[in-house]
């Protein structure tokens, strides 16, 4: 609850420091053909329109009129705005280059701020570098602007590349094209619609971001950062992504109210592979819609999953959102510390694997949850949610886990873990030839006040290998045996009813098979009338003091303490 509250304060937070979206200070309109520039798409304009931001003063808005105004690089002064109604492009003359690692900015970006302070942007561009590159400013405003990039480029710029700024704000705006289309299920291109590096105190809002050939936002070693309300569709990776520097500053990120649609990878995804474990990251993952992720002219790529890849980060919640038709789960969790998950609807699972302290999903639909073979987390809640199944590979680690009042539509739950597990107020629908509960080992198992009812198969078979096990006040409806107990010691069974369903066999509501200390306590027995229901078989120790409502008593050689 405390990181619920911290982080709803963050968003008000963040809404009331990023209202403002128009100049702050109105100044004269300079009109660049006063200075000789002329929009016929073929004159560079790079002096003319230069030399007006040049004699502008702080405050003054430079204005470029219907046209189309070739230009090489435009350098941006402090406290000079740029409007245009025209179009800005590239010159022939200009400078291209190709992205690289070592190379991340190009030497002819259309617009360039170098430690630059409280500009508010807002033009149609056209650019076969980057539209927008800013280095070390602050206060820059991006505003009902159209930028467009080279679509037949391999190695294309970012259309908004920012390193080392603070208060960026891109607001209704559009950023595509940068880059060519994906055309590989396992290769991509670079080319980011936008591109923000070790900056803080960003807001990308109200915007489209598409066709570009890599992601759509893109952040490494940032903090403070909110993503809002944009539809972010077709790009060539994840719609989102967040990546990690050796700074240790990333931290405190809003995404919310997005539509992440069709993107080649992950809709949001928050990848940390730096030697922190687990990094706190305060963010919160909410209202948005994601669809179609993680394909490429209808195959299949590695990634597309929908409004979460989780790896190696911690304090993240992840609250309302919706996932359809997704490649990859909706959720995806590796190596995490808390994870928040509430009233999320997805047409797919939920993944866990590798280490995980704490996860909460309450309120929530999912077609499954898997936990990997190599899960080993301190806790799990699963809570009020409608989940198609719940998968739980031999040998897992939970310390506590715990599965309370949920709906499961296709239970098959293998329970050979190690740590405690409670299933509670739960109800549990299986039409398998597999058993609904396969008990097989655990530290403890509490199963209680649960509906069972498995259709084609036992609901319950325990294991000899399982200890301390208990089921208490359950409803189960099963063909027979309802409950087959294969000797697991002091195996205790209360208050339960056991409804026989036709179509198996053995015709029983309970067997055992050589009790070893078991404990019949105040159940109820449903079977035919006037066969065996309640059967032991072989040798052991039993203590009864069942209801056979239906239906007889066999014992065997067992000796029995009837209470």
Known sequence: MHLLISILLLLSAFFQENTEIKPSEPGTRVLVTDFGAVGDGERDNTSAIQRALDEAAPGDTVYIPEGTFPVRTLQLRSGVHLVSEGLLTHHSQAKAGDYSIEKQNSPNPLLKGTGITDVYISVRARSKNEAIYLDRCKQIRIVNSDLGGDSTKLRAYPGILAFQCSGLEVLSSKIHHFGSERQETHSYQPGTGIRVLSSNTISIRDSEIYENGENGVFLHGCRKAEVLNNTIHHNGMSGIQVAFGNSGKESDYIFTGNVLDKNAADGIDIN??????????????????????????????????????????????????????????????????????????????????????????????????????????????????????????????????????????????????????????NTLKNSS???????????????????????????????????????????????????????????????????????????????????????????????????????LVGKGTAKISDKLVTGTADYAAVEVEKD
Do not use: W
């Not at 078979?461 to 208490?472: G, M």
């Not at 099963?478 to 053995?506: K, M, Y």
């Not at 029983?508 to 109820?524: A, C, D, M, R, V």
């Open 272 to 425: 940390n592979r730096s030697p922190e474990k687990a990094k706190d990251i305060s963010t919160t993952i909410a209202y948005n819609l994601s669809c179609g992720n993680g394909f490429v002219q209808g195959q299949s790529t590695p990634d597309g999953s929908g409004f979460g890849t989780l790896i190696n980060v911690s304090n993240i919640l992840l609250y309302r959102n919706q996932a359809i038709s997704n490649n990859r789960p909706a959720l995806y969790i590796e190596d995490c510390g808390t994870i928040l998950s509430k009233e999320n609807h997805a047409d797919n699972q939920v993944e866990i694997t590798l280490g995980l302290d704490e996860l909460l999903i309450e309120s929530s639909q999912y077609s499954s949850i898997n936990l990997m073979a190599n899960t080993k987390a301190r806790h799990i809640l699963i809570r009020d949610s409608h989940i198609g199944s719940l998968s739980l590979p031999n040998g897992i680690q939970v310390e506590q886990f715990e599965v309370l009042s949920n709906t499961f539509s296709h239970a098959r739950f293998n329970i050979n873990m190690k740590g405690n597990l409670t299933l509670g107020k």
């Open 433 to 535: 030839s597999s058993n609904l509960l396969f008990i097989a080992g655990a530290g403890s198992a509490l199963i209680e006040d649960n509906e069972l009812e498995s259709t084609q198969a036992p609901a319950v078979l325990v294991k000899k290998s399982a200890q301390n096990i208990q089921l208490k006040g359950n409803r189960l409806r099963s063909p027979g045996p309802v409950i087959l107990d294969e000797g697991s010691p002091g195996l205790l069974l209360q208050d339960n009813r056991l409804e026989l369903l036709p179509g198996d066999s053995e015709s029983l509501t309970f067997k055992s098979n050589y009790p070893n200390g078991i404990q019949l306590l105040g159940n109820e027995h449903h079977g035919i009338a006037g066969q065996p229901t309640l059967v």
